[in-house]
């Protein structure tokens, strides 16, 4: 197992401030935000001065009712390969539901959602696991995530429920510091607890993120700065176990680069002070299943990957999930994500009031992300993008990816738009919707020329 030390996430619009950033051993960039024949300038500098780079899934969905897709596993696996990374990741989540596992609609949720801690649930990740761990090339590693809701009728804590996962396929386990904070403030659960449960020795590295709170509850956007609490965590997981490797994530709201190293620095203190408070008996460095040992973050050294590139499998030698138990968590996914982003009723049993915060916030989230996929419409409908996605969310779920979302909103404001609207409004994002739904880009067609200048005629009006 790779020993990575201080780690950043990589992004786009903090490139060259993270090529810049001293001490930083290894970056994590988001693997479907990746093409492996056309990789980033700045992730190629980086591998070229030895710095490693691990590819981070959100798409999978190990822990919904269907098993991986196949070409998924692929993507991610490509990714792997070619950025020479000693592991990978992804979530312990589910992200779409529905299709012909229920026979229902397939929604998307742009988002991960909590898997429910129950053996059902349990026995079909593990063997979702199993299968993405004999796809990869290299080690996979799992991370556990923020969640405003619980289900009800849970049977195992998290700590139990990660450590039955782990024990049973041999996963690693990527630990986020900020999502217990998260559970903790809006589940109730104790940090300390799940940490005390945990299986220390499966931990491949630490997520270390901001967030805020509103209202009673805490929003893991991962666009503010670190707090307090969630330091404290890390403090008391480093007292523990020296962790492979700790990571900053950013994902908006950018500071400059001094804001950014201070808290890495930060982040570096809290470990040390762990550090210094660990006891021989809580195991000094831990070496997970087939690994050559962890590394106390920065001490530099970027990555040492070992000889483990397969799945280490654990005890579990029971059969995996039927069919019968995988439909049975898709139709409970799928009529809790249909009440999310369809408006159909709650299901029983759930927190009608936080299943609304969560709407809300998923809807928030798909304006942000189709916003970035697509910047050219919050420049056209300026500030009443905004307003007018989140009416278009309310009555239409996502069905496909971002880009498909992005197409749908236009085809949705065009048909739908008051006769008041602007007109150049009207026109420009007809031009928009035209130049991106056909199978290639009309700017390249036979008479484009002339109808980007007939635009700029029609735009001068």
Known sequence: MARLGTGIGWRPEIADVVERMPGIDWVEAVSENLCPGHLPDSLLRLRERGVTVVPHGVSLGLGGGDRPDAGRLVALAERAEVL?????????AFVRAGGALTASPQLEAG????????????????????IAQDALPVPLAVENIAALISWPDEELTEGQFLYELADRTGVRLLIDVANLHTNHVNRGEDPAEALGELPLEAIAYVHVAGGFERDGVWHDSHAHPVAQPVLDILTDLASRVAPPGVLLERDENFPDGDELRHEVAAIGTAVAKGRATRTPAAGGTVAP?????????????????????????????????????????????????????????????????????????????????????????????????????????????MTGGYRRDALDFVAHVLRTAPEHQDPAVRRALREWWLERSGPAPRSTRPGARLARATRRVLLRR
């Open 289 to 397: 299943r087939g690994s050559g040992g962890g590394a106390d973050v920065g001490s530099g050294g970027g990555a040492d990957v070992g000889s483990d590139t397969g799945a280490d499998v654990g005890s579990d030698t029971g059969a995996g999930a039927d069919d019968a138990v995988r439909q049975r968590l898709g139709l409970a996914q799928a009529a809790l994500l249909s009440a999310l982003v369809a408006g159909t009723p709650v299901p029983e049993g759930f927190d009608r009031v936080r299943l609304g915060v969560q709407a809300r916030a998923l809807a928030g989230k798909r304006a942000d992300v189709v916003g970035k996929v697509a910047p050219e419409l919050p420049v056209i409908l300026g500030a009443g993008y905004r307003p007018a996605f989140l009416a278009y969310a309310q009555g239409c779920p």
């Open 111 to 130: 988002h991960l959602l909590p898997v429910p801690r129950t053996r059902d649930a349990l026995d079909v990740l593990c063997e979702n696991v199993r």
């Open 84 to 92: 020479g990374s000693p592991l990978v990741t992804e979530h312990i």
